[in-house]
């Protein structure tokens, strides 16, 4: 009796849909026998936003950052457990939001039974304005990823707890491959008073076993993947964090500069760049030099305006105009999320600079 439950079991893990993942509690809602609980795949957030959209609007306004914003489109999954006997006990739901906006609608939900694995597709829901709690808890884990990202690496890092998520509504509740892993984990959690209705099938014992076979394979390759998936977005935070860290310290070497200000407006509009994206620029260097683990980029610049003019019947001769020189040195070095040296600091050297004898580019 024991191997037929659990083969009974098994079997409603593999007619529901598998996707590996990490997730978040993002609400919970209802009074006993009739509670529900949403779960939003956190690592799985899609780009939906249209490559038309934005060039339009990027045409419209010049600014590749205003244009991304009118035009983000993002897509998250989420899972909604059911406590009630009497209805399904997942719906599993595609969103899309348009970021610069509340608005959003859903391009998939589909309902999955206790009663012989029965599912059913639902109709969808096209753009509308946000109407419920846990969708704009959606929201904001599919728009403002720097906010959530933030708040998971500070409870990260502080080793216990989930505080600062927690103020976001947030709750990190680990991998799950199956949706069935988020059920059991909702009525040994939050539905402890509750009595979990009973799954039912007529399936044989020999479907059963073929299915609970195929099902575990199915489930150590998802695993995998979900680990993959898990180690990617600790990447993402570590890397995040090295760029964040590495152009605080860039503005504050650049922000130290006296020069004057068309000199400093030249330079500051390259903070942080590569060595590729210098040379677009300013063309390859005249010098270099290393000094400890930094690169120095040396660009001499002369531009002479000196113009001899005859001031006198005797041939006495006045030079009006100046030799101007200027020496630009770039500082490079490693750090952050991009490779090779980068824009760190840098110096100036020349009392008469000119910003045209700068100012200069490959092409």
Not at 274 to 279: K, L, V, Y
Not at 314 to 328: D, F
């Amino acid at each position: 009796m024991k191997s037929i439950v659990i083969s009974l079991l098994l079997f409603l893990l593999a007619v529901a849909p598998a996707n590996a993942g990490m997730w978040m509690m993002v609400y919970a809602e209802g009074q006993k026998p009739d509670r529900t609980v949403y779960y939003a795949a956190f690592d799985d957030v899609q780009s939906r936003t249209s490559p038309e959209a934005f060039l339009e609007a990027l045409q419209r306004t010049g600014d590749p950052l205003k244009a991304e914003a009118a035009t983000k489109v993002n897509q998250i999954r989420v899972n909604q457990i059911h406590e009630a006997a009497g209805g399904p006990w997942l719906t599993m739901f595609t969103l899309e939001f348009q970021c610069g906006s509340q608005q959003m609608r859903i391009t998939q939900q589909e309902q999955h039974y206790r009663q012989n694995g029965r599912s059913q597709q639902v109709p969808g829901l096209d753009w509308s304005a946000i109407t419920a709690p846990w969708q704009a808890q959606a929201r904001l884990l599919a728009c403002d990823e720097a906010r959530w990202k933030k708040a998971l690496e500070a409870d990260r890092r502080r080793g216990q707890g989930q505080d600062e998520l927690n103020k976001l509504g947030l709750v990190v509740v680990g991998d799950h491959v199956l949706p069935m892993g988020l059920n059991d984990l909702s009525f040994a959690t939050l539905w402890r008073d509750g009595t979990e209705p009973a799954f039912t099938t007529s399936k044989s014992p020999a479907e059963l076993d073929r299915l609970r076979r195929e099902t575990i394979a199915r489930g150590d390759a998802l695993s995998a993947e979900m680990r993959g998936k898990e180690q990617n977005l600790r990447k993402d935070i570590e890397s995040s964090q090295a760029e964040d860290a590495f152009m605080a310290q860039v503005d504050r070497n650049f922000a130290a500069k006296k020069y004057p200000k068309q000199f400093r407006d030249l330079v500051h509009s390259m903070k942080g760049l590569t060595e590729p994206e210098i040379i677009e620029v300013m063309g390859y260097p005249d010098g270099e030099r290393r000094v400890g683990g930094d690169r120095l980029w040396v660009y001499y610049s002369e531009k002479d305006e000196r113009v001899a003019n005859v001031v006198s019947k005797y041939g006495h001769v006045a030079v009006t105009g100046e030799l101007r020189e200027c020496e630009l040195t770039f500082i490079l070095r490693e750090g952050g999320k991009k490779n090779g040296g980068r824009l760190f600091d840098y110096q100036m050297a020349g009392g008469n600079c000119n910003l045209s004898t700068m100012k200069r580019s490959s092409r």
